[in-house]
């Protein structure tokens, strides 16, 4: 039944895609960074505990919206071992962005961590530069993101080009608000791995201070340093610890991932 509800959801609202989009002009974006297929899996430490496993796979289905393609993104996260029993963690998180524009047409979130849970559901209309947020209507900039379809359009900048401190900016809907998403570029270095050392380049995202990090730069994260782009390594100093991302498996990249054993 649930499935039939969300299939009729995701019809209805490529009708109104449709109708309301049939005199837009979409951007086009060159994209040889990932394509459908592609699956990212990560560990997920919490001090010294292996704590979570995480996954972001593209599908290889296309959905259409309207008359549009999409690739559907897939982000889940699942808590393992003694972690899972004192801090359940159960996320997903999924985004159907335009094949061409790397835009979002549909994005949900589905948090469940240690007891907590938060559902959110937004749907973008483009043309009228809008998004609806769990039912609040929001203003939005043009070519706006979501959470995950920012980090994959980021991945098709020219980010290997650029240089010591550059900022890239992607404007993202975060939490029913608009957000200005920076990465800043801190040089390349390189990364030893389980599939050898990898030569990646360094970006610390600029955060809001507040509710979990202590400082705006205490998320470092290292993409390989070729077309795929993709995230190798991230750490983060948070107000109650500090967390570690390490790339475990990967599978359907775009392009060959250069390592040098």
């Known amino acids: 039944?649930?499935?039939?509800?969300?299939?009729?959801?995701?019809?209805?609202?490529?009708?109104?895609?449709?109708?309301?989009?049939?005199?837009?002009?979409?951007?086009?974006?060159?994209?040889?960074?990932?394509?459908?297929?592609?699956?990212?899996?990560?560990?997920?430490h919490y001090g010294?505990?292996?704590?979570?496993?995480a996954t972001i796979e593209i599908k290889e289905e296309n959905k259409k919206f309207g008359d549009r393609n999409t690739m559907h993104i897939v982000g889940t996260g699942i808590s393992k071992g003694s972690f899972d029993f004192f801090f359940k963690v159960r996320d997903r998180y999924e985004s159907y962005i335009d094949e061409e524009a790397l835009i979002p047409w549909f994005f949900g979130r589905r948090?469940?961590?240690?007891?907590?849970?938060?559902?959110?559901?937004?749907?973008?209309?483009?043309?009228?530069?809008?998004?609806?947020?769990?039912?609040k209507n929001v203003n939005c900039v043009e070519n706006v993101q979501d959470m995950i379809s920012g980090?994959?359009?980021?991945?098709?900048?020219?980010?290997?080009?650029?240089?010591?401190?550059?900022?890239?900016?992607?404007?993202?809907?975060?939490?029913?608000?608009?957000?200005?998403l920076q990465i800043k570029f801190k040089g390349r270095e390189t990364v030893k791995t389980s599939f050898g050392k990898i030569k990646c380049l360094k970006f610390v995202p600029v955060l809001q201070k507040g509710r979990i990090?202590?400082?705006?730069?205490?998320?470092?994260v290292w993409l390989?340093?070729?077309?795929?782009?993709?995230?190798?390594?991230?750490?983060?100093?948070?107000?109650?610890?500090?967390?570690?991302?390490?790339?475990?498996?990967?599978?359907?990249?775009?392009?060959?991932?250069m390592a040098i054993k």
């Open 1 to 44: 039944m649930k499935l039939k509800i969300a299939s009729t959801f995701i019809l209805f609202l490529g009708f109104l895609i449709t109708t309301t989009a049939q005199n837009h002009v979409f951007r086009s974006v060159v994209n040889e960074s990932f394509k459908r297929g592609e699956k990212l899996t990560y560990k997920i």
């Open 48 to 53: 010294f505990l292996d704590a979570v496993s």
């Open 111 to 135: 948090v469940d961590e240690g007891g907590y849970k938060m559902a959110q559901d937004y749907t973008f209309n483009h043309s009228k530069k809008t998004c609806i947020a769990n039912g």
């Open 151 to 180: 980090f994959f359009y980021a991945r098709t900048l020219n980010l290997g080009a650029a240089s010591m401190n550059q900022l890239f900016t992607v404007p993202t809907i975060v939490d029913g608000e608009m957000f200005n």
């Open 213 to 220: 990090f202590k400082h705006e730069e205490d998320l470092i």
């Open 224 to 257: 390989t340093d070729d077309k795929n782009h993709i995230p190798v390594k991230a750490k983060a100093d948070i107000l109650f610890g500090a967390i570690k991302l390490e790339l475990i498996n990967f599978s359907g990249l775009a392009n060959p991932m």
